[in-house]
């Protein structure tokens, strides 16, 4: 299948983190790149999918320890791609949630790259299926929200938490680690009950995962005390209640975690 010429770019979405859940596309084109730019959240077995030959660019952006900065980024896929180059840009999960998809399109397109894209699985859908929950639920959860608590340095978070506190969908908040104590505080004070069950997962899909079983007043304190280094999701609503019942492994481990974490 000739649809990865030289001189064009593929934006990839990499999963989230579990080589197992990279698409049988993405693999096939992270395989046929030359050069592979690639994101901090992308794990390394998905890096080994890359060909023998081929460049690996580390252009990764982790909150506090930009690399490179975005506009450097879109020059640099451009410029590989103009020299003759067949550009796999990797990202993480899904590259259009949360991954400045935008700004590398619009780049190729000005300056006359062809550009594809290659979906992903979002972190949301990986924490969902490590918690055994539905993300929707007929009849409790009929709407699910994707937001993101990054706000720029210094700057309070913009959001409109009154929509954000509805008792009838599950909230998914991506880089909300930091911002953990403001997204309760704004949802409860927006009339988000303090009791909404809340399901917190670290480094979903890979061996070191997390996860943390709380409620909406207790976030705070166990975003604080339980989280680590790793990437993290907060999920919110009734819709993660199951999740929180001891049925295999990874809850027995919640359990303990969120005991220590409430203490
Ligand atoms: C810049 S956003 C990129 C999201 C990505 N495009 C996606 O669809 O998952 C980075 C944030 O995604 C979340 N994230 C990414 N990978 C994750 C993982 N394996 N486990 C938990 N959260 C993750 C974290 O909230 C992290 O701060």
């Given amino acids: 299948m000739n649809d990865f010429p030289a001189g064009m770019v593929w934006l990839v979405g990499a999963g989230p983190g579990d080589p197992e859940l990279v698409t049988r596309k993405a693999e096939r084109l992270i395989g046929l790149g030359t050069v592979v730019f690639h994101?901090?959240?992308?794990?390394?077995?998905?890096?080994?999918?890359?060909?023998?030959?081929?460049?690996l660019v580390h252009v990764?952006?982790?909150?506090?320890?930009?690399?490179?900065?975005?506009?450097?980024?879109d020059q640099?896929?451009?410029?590989?791609?103009?020299?003759?180059?067949?550009?796999?840009?990797?990202?993480?999960?899904?590259?259009?949630?949360?991954?400045?998809?935008?700004?590398?399109?619009s780049a190729c397109r000005t300056a006359g790259v062809p550009v594809?894209?290659?979906?992903?699985?979002?972190?949301?859908?990986?924490?969902?299926?490590?918690?055994?929950?539905?993300?929707?639920?007929?009849?409790?959860?009929?709407?699910l929200t994707f937001v993101t608590a990054h706000a720029r340095t210094g700057e309070p978070l913009d959001l409109d938490w009154k929509a954000l506190a509805?008792?009838?969908?599950?909230?998914?908040?991506?880089?909300?680690?930091?911002?953990?104590?403001?997204?309760?505080?704004?949802?409860?004070?927006?009339?988000?009950?303090?009791?909404?069950?809340?399901?917190?997962?670290?480094?979903?899909?890979l061996p070191e995962e997390g996860q943390f079983h709380t409620r909406l007043d207790l976030l705070p304190l166990v975003a604080r005390t339980a989280l680590g280094e790793g990437p993290a999701l907060l999920l919110i609503g009734a819709a993660l209640a199951d999740s929180a019942q001891p049925s295999g492994r990874a809850n027995a481990v919640t359990g303990t975690a969120c005991e220590s974490a409430a203490t």
């Fill in 39 to 55: 994101d901090a959240l992308v794990g390394p077995g998905v890096l080994e999918l890359a060909a023998p030959g081929a460049r």
């Fill in 60 to 73: 990764g952006k982790r909150s506090g320890r930009h690399s490179k900065d975005q506009r450097t980024i």
């Fill in 76 to 105: 640099l896929i451009v410029q590989a791609a103009l020299a003759g180059e067949r550009v796999v840009r990797l990202k993480g999960g899904d590259p259009a949630i949360f991954g400045r998809m935008a700004e590398e399109l």
């Fill in 116 to 143: 594809r894209i290659c979906p992903g699985v979002t972190a949301a859908s990986a924490a969902a299926a490590s918690l055994g929950a539905s993300l929707t639920l007929r009849g409790l959860a009929r709407k």
């Fill in 166 to 205: 509805d008792p009838d969908a599950t909230l998914v908040v991506y880089m909300g680690k930091a911002a953990a104590a403001d997204v309760s505080r704004h949802l409860i004070v927006a009339g988000l009950p303090g009791s909404t069950p809340v399901a917190l997962v670290e480094s979903a899909s």
